[in-house]
């Protein structure tokens, strides 16, 4: 018999037919339930065992994580909140895992025990629902973009730029670090990395997305970037995935625009296809609220907070303007911030999170932040001062969008990258799309595993990639 995922079983499986399912049992109870899963759904299908007629071994072998077939009929369930149920009438044990070695029980794991264990983690519910929530936003970017005549470009992951000029870039060495080819001077001679040139993994897609911008209108290129973080912090990893559309003939205004309409179809579309983590989400992220001190309780539950998020218009201020609101918030006057606020600073999460959950209560989006505090390719405001870039912020998270208007004069871009030290030999192709028939055109960045983090309603961002590459976690 041909298997039946479970996930279509429960779904549409008719009470009477034979059906085949294979997975993993989570548990196996009073000799005669078998919550069995196959990660197809975060439901367990219950198939029910007549242990009199059962061989004692065999029912012994039934443990947590073993791999079974079930060959069974369909039938009403007896139990609550499931329509249907199997009446076990073969079972074949696919591979055993012996309980007194295997290390996840179905009781509750810490997530940070769960880290440990990024090999067997997916079997359990919270993890599985995350990779599904997961999956379903990344189907959803691809759409999103594809509807709207986008085109999917895959940009460089060995690149030669930095995009952000933060220094946080991984070399990429072909030769042997014990011994690496010196210059006259005695220095390891990086530029002997690459064949001859030095690069790095990717920070950014940006720089080349701006290419097909400036060639075929709308782009969005999805893909692995990296950053030698030394940060620790629940928002950062080594290894993440950036959506960014890069757009010609888009103004701040329309970047803006795109930006939210994107993360509205985002949460509606991973709302449609994955209801049921949603619900478990949502009464986990509900648990966890609880143990938190009041102040720092969300308002909403998880659920609650997507369609509130999804249905109200983001704030939109100018970073001049969330200055003066930080100036004049409660957590300032009783120096309760960490890090001083002033004019010029680069904000921080604690300040971006207090513009959200405290004063807006509601998604924000941060314009025209000082030019000192932002990248070379941003466009300059005529004050001087500033350049029109934006970040969407969120609760829980702070920034999970950064983006501008990309500065479109050549000779503005030249003297920009002058003063800030950017090498034009490396991006002399970068200026000349400004020499060559130069247009307005704007992007943006979005962090996947920001938004996983929002949508699932999850603390930390090693929670919801499947290999987390941080400091102190690259076992895998
Ligand atoms: P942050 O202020 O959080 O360090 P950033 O301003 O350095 O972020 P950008 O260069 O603006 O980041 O990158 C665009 C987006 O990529 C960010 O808004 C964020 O969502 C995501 N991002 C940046 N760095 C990381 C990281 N180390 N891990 C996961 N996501 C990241
Ligand atoms: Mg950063
Ligand atoms: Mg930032
Ligand atoms: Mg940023």
């Not at 975060?42 to 009199?52: K, S």
């Not at 970073?319 to 006057?333: C, D, H, N, Q, W």
Request: with cysteine; net charge negative; hydrophobic share 35%.
């Amino acid at each position: 018999m041909k298997r039946i995922k479970i996930k279509d079983l429960l779904a549409h499986g008719e009470v009477g037919a034979k059906v085949t399912v294979k997975g993993w049992i989570r548990t196996f109870r009073s000799n005669r339930f078998i919550a069995l899963n196959d990660g197809s759904t975060i439901n367990n299908l219950q198939a029910v065992v007549d242990f009199e007629n059962t061989d004692e071994d065999l029912l012994k072998r039934l443990t947590t994580s073993a791999a079974v077939a079930i060959d069974g009929e369909v039938v009403e369930s007896q139990g609550k909140g499931q329509s249907i149920e199997i009446v076990v009438e073969k079972i074949e044990i696919l591979g055993d895992a012996d309980p007194d070695e295997y290390p996840l029980q179905p009781k509750r794991h810490s997530l940070e025990f769960l880290r440990e264990k990024a090999h067997l983690r997916p079997r359990t519910q919270v993890m599985s629902a995350v990779y599904r929530v997961r999956n379903a936003l990344a189907y959803g970017i691809h759409k999103f973009f594809n509807e709207k005549g986008f085109l999917y470009m895959h940009t460089p992951i060995i690149t030669g730029s930095d995009a952000e000029g933060a220094g946080e870039m991984f070399r990429v060495t072909n030769f042997d670090p014990l011994n690496p080819p010196k210059t006259e001077d005695g220095e390891v001679d990086y530029k002997e990395d690459f064949f001859g040139k030095a690069v790095n993994l990717s920070v950014s897609g940006q720089l080349e997305a701006e290419v097909g911008a400036m060639s075929m209108g709308e782009v969005y290129t999805f893909g692995p970037t990296f950053r030698a973080e030394n940060s620790n912090t629940s928002r950062h990893l080594a290894e993440f995935w950036m959506i960014e559309p890069e757009m010609a003939f888009y103004d701040l205004d329309d970047n803006m625009d795109l930006a939210e309409e994107m993360i509205k179809y985002l949460i509606d579309f991973a709302m449609e296809q994955c209801p049921d983590d949603l619900k478990f989400l949502d009464q986990r992220y509900a648990q966890e609220q609880k143990g938190k001190p009041q102040n720092e309780r969300s308002d909403l539950g998880l659920l609650e907070r997507l369609d509130f998020v999804s249905k109200n218009d983001f704030e939109r201020l100018t970073y001049t303007e969330a200055i003066e609101v930080l100036k004049r918030s409660k957590p300032f006057k009783k120096g309760k911030f960490k890090y001083p606020v002033d004019w010029g600073i680069d904000l921080q999460s604690e300040h971006e999170r207090y513009l959200v959950e405290k004063e807006y209560k509601k998604p924000v989006i941060l314009t025209d932040y000082p030019k000192d505090i932002k990248s070379f390719y941003m466009k300059q405001n005529d004050d001087g001062k500033t350049v029109r870039a934006m970040d969407v912020l969120f609760p829980g998270i702070g920034e999970i969008i950064g983006g501008s208007q990309r500065e479109e004069s050549y000779d503005k871009l030249l003297t920009r990258m002058n003063e800030m030290g950017v090498p034009q030999e490396e991006l002399w192709w970068y200026l000349e799309l400004r020499k060559f028939g130069t247009a307005p055109h704007s992007g943006f960045g979005l962090g996947f595993e920001r938004i996983v983090l929002f949508v699932t309603g999850m603390g930390n961002i090693r929670d919801v990639i499947p290999f987390p590459r941080a400091p102190k976690s690259a076992e895998f």
